[in-house]
């Protein structure tokens, strides 16, 4: 099969990405489940942007740089904030509807603002977006969209990429895309943890495809933990959203007192990694809750009815009741490092979203900046797209991949055991003796991999190998990074050291060395 574009992944940076370029060629959107199952999806607080008087580009690069410690690349942290209002607009044609007051866009704060600049849809904002982008989708008809379909691998012709190998979920039948560019826009690795507020599906398998094929990657130990998910026994971690702290909630301990002032002088919207390590000690002597209760029935029923929704399912009324947290894997601040074009280190191979390294988010996101990246970057290299229309689509023979009927129950053992230890090991506080167990853990998960795949793969045997691919390069940056700074924190090396460590680490596959460098 051929086309002009081949979009792997199907969050905001992919549809962003198909609707801006399907007017100069065609598109195939390869997704492994459905259209609208991603970590855009469950994005509940919302997107960042300068809107309003009062507020300035300047104070949101200055937010986002402090947050992001040291490493956040300035120039494109700029271009970021600048392309914000456009990237706003443009949400809009699509039919995105946010949130008003008066007649004027209704903005709340979040962790790390010093302003109220964070738009949002009650508090299902991404779901909003990702509908809203959708509907374009489904309307345009040079985008094709295939659900239930896997991406193994990239192609590539030499050093250059010329599409991906797919498993058709469905039809247990794997086939060969080729495009003039190929877009990995796969999305987060949360789900490498036992705790994350991310979906089944978010196991990194853009990253690790890209790592396979050589391309460079940066940042991986900055793991971000979202310090409020829902904490009760029989409940999945669902997002508390930061939002209910931007409109007034506060944490207590189990006594019921507020904690977080005497840790950061901002409190509850002090940057996530702070809140979440402190959250993170706390549970030590009992459990945390966010108390919301003071700002009255109504105004949560209006705020928050989604949240509100969610948590009755669990027998909590937030409107009456304190709401249990803890801390959990949320968001991937590193990965494929590309330039403001989403432009990888590989020929005619973009990548945008959360599967990105563009160096906005430095060693710690600001929130709401995620779905804010998405969109800019992807409309970057929208922009430059229609040059990928000179080149030939090329075909070449690769190694035939056959599907095979894995037994899942080891799979599935294979897998809880993986989450655990990443939990346990190369969590929120990390040392050099765990890092070092999970990283001989890995190396004999790896070695079962590779016997149980000798006969063919399957779904849950592919996204393991990758959850296994992307855990050990996150160990392995954890491991060299010796200092904490940002959402990487050391006991071994609890302080920020400037002098040695003001520089990103890299990783490239070199036939079967990883190699590592700095910059």
Known sequence: MKTDFLIVGSGIAGLNFALKIAKYGKVIIVTKKEIMESNTNLAQGGIAAVTQKGDSVQLHIKDTLTVGSGLSNKRIVKLLAEQGPEAIKSLLSFGVSFDKENDELHLTTEGGHSMARVLHSGDSTGREIEQAMTESVRENKDIEVFEDCFAIDLLLNQAECIGAKILDIKKRDVCDIFARATILATGGVGYIYQNTTNPEIATGDGIAMALRAGAKLEDMEFVQFHPTTLNKLGAPHFLISEALRGEGAILVNEAGKRFMLAYDSMGELAPRDIIARTIFNELKNGAVYLDIRHKGKSFVLDRFPMIHQECLKYDLDI??????????????????????????????????????????????????????????????????????????????????????????????????????????????????????????????????????????????????KNMTTVANLITKAAQTRKESRGTHYRTDYPATDDKNWLKHIRFQQLEERLDVCFS
């Open 319 to 464: 409107t009456e009741d304190l709401i249990p947290v803890s801390p959990a894997a949320h968001y991937l601040c590193g990965g494929i490092k590309t330039n403001e074009y989403g432009q990888t280190t590989i020929a005619n191979l973009l990548a945008f979203g959360e599967c990105t390294c563009t160096g906005v988010h430095g060693a710690n996101r600001l929130a709401s900046n995620s779905l804010l990246e998405s969109v800019v970057f992807s409309s970057l290299g929208a922009q430059k797209a229609k040059n990928y229309l000179k080149n030939k689509v090329k075909t070449t023979s690769q190694k035939e991949t056959v599907f095979s009927n894995i037994e899942t129950q080891e799979l599935n053992y294979l897998k809880a055991d993986l989450r655990k230890a990443m939990w346990d090991y190369v969590g929120i506080i990390r040392n050099n003796e765990q890092m070092q167990l999970m990283l001989s853990k890995l190396e004999k998960l790896n070695t079962r991999l590779v016997t149980i795949g000798k006969n063919g793969v399957n779904t849950r045997f592919l996204e393991l």
